[in-house]
């Protein structure tokens, strides 16, 4: 079997890929060892209810996802936060406390909501309130988000505010987590404002218009499943899908040699869009070092529930998008969102749907637990937090395990040599969470990137 490219990979990172070379005129061949496309992307309808597997929606800011969406004809069907109803509380002993509003992340923009908050202590506003004075400093290494946000807000800043903001992210933990792969923005800002606080409101007065106009997040009102329902479909006659696994990949004199579950294909180009421990184990034969430092990349493994409710469960509404849950507080959830307030058309009238993040870096275990024991260590915690008290009237559960990318310190360094050392074979290329993103608009703009390349190396023959 012959190609002009080999894509290895159907989550969004190769649909990208391969939608955008298919743009381009350059057929493909999608290679995916699950037998659906999407990757951790994956919508289901219960019950009425829109349940979202993997992620639930896509940041605005970045604007590939936007971009696909709309040159995929599906603006039409993008939806945005109901970010007028948005709190997030945070478990803290034994009670949900609101996140002060203001908070841009973990930086505080407003002084009333931060002196009345209940989350943290007077030593730590009185700190962040002093962090104005914080002078630029440019860094010259890497550092952990912890030493970093601690340097700016002091440790109670890390537990209640860093910590449980980015476990719902990355699901992993900010002592590991590099400041300058994760929140490079705050890098940013610390360099030319010294305080972070100053800084963001700097940015905030000058972006104030656009930033009024969009939800914080997007996504599509039937799921994003629909956005791989629609690529799968455009690549239809343009390009061919193999259900089937990469074994291992060779050099040939005419670009690489696939090995397959059933068979061998060759193809001149390669873009390895699956995660970078899977990536390592098809470079192997190409770049030993490539290989080492691919499979270095750690992974964290995460599992979502989702929960749906009659309303007439809950004896007051539930107010907010959810909640989070700090390491220090934590038992098994890391999280919860209460998802038809977070988004419009994800419920009926008369149904509540909740959504569970459990997992991450310090509870990969809780994956290989049954059904049963998953859906009653989550129900006994939302009884004692959310305080209701009846069974759901369905539960689903998704579990990724290494699914999602941990950028740890040291990354910039790690993947200016990955990407060096890739550039180094000629037709390769990279594409994934392990790289430049984790969300779904980096990955569409690495897929994009990708195919571009290629695109733009086939005209130059
Ligand atoms: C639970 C969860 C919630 C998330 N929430 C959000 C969110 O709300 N918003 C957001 O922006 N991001 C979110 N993310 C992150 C984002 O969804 C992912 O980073 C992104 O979708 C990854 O896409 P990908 O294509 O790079 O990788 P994946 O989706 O992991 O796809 C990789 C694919 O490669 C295939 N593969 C691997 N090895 C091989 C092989 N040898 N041969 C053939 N196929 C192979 C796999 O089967 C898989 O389908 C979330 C992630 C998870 C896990």
Known sequence: MDASVAVVGGGISGLSTAYYLSKAGVSCTLIEARPRLGGVIQSEHVDGCVVEGGPDSFISIKPAAMELIADL????????????LRITYVWKGGRLVPLPDGLQLMVPTRLMPLLTSRLLGWSTKARMA???LHPPRRRAEDESVAEFVASHYGAEAVDYLAEPLLAGIYGGNPSDLSITSVLPRFVELEARYGSLTKGVLT????????????????????????????????????????????????????GFRIRLDGGWLESPQLVLACEAHSAAKLATALDGRLAELLAAVPYSSSMTVALGFPDR???????????????RERRRLVACTWVDTKFSHRAPDG????????????????????????????????????RFDAPPAFWRIFRWPRSMAQYTVGH???????????????????????????????????GKQAAESIARASCTV
């Open 73 to 84: 004809g599906l603006a039409g069907e993008v939806i945005g936060s109901n970010d007028h």
């Open 130 to 132: 002093m962090e104005l």
């Open 203 to 254: 940015e905030l007065k000058a972006n104030q218009a656009a930033a009024k106009k969009l939800p914080l997040f997007r996504t599509l009102k039937s799921g994003l499943g629909r956005l791989v329902e629609v690529l799968a479909d455009r690549l239809e006659g343009h390009s061919t899908v193999l259900r089937s696994r990469a074994l291992a990949v060779e050099r040939t004199g005419g």
């Open 313 to 327: 469960a809950f004896p007051k509404p539930l107010a907010g998008f959810g909640f989070l849950v700090p390491k």
């Open 351 to 386: 149904t509540t749907l909740l959504r569970c993040f459990l997992g991450g870096a310090d509870d990969a275990g809780i994956l290989s637990e049954s059904d049963d024991a998953v859906v009653s260590a989550v129900m006994d915690e939302l009884h004692e937090m959310a």
């Open 412 to 446: 910039p360094g790690r993947l200016a040599e990955i990407q060096a050392r890739a550039a180094a074979i000629p037709g390769l290329q990279l594409a994934g969470n392990a790289y430049t993103g984790i969300g779904i608009p980096d990955c569409i703009r690495m």
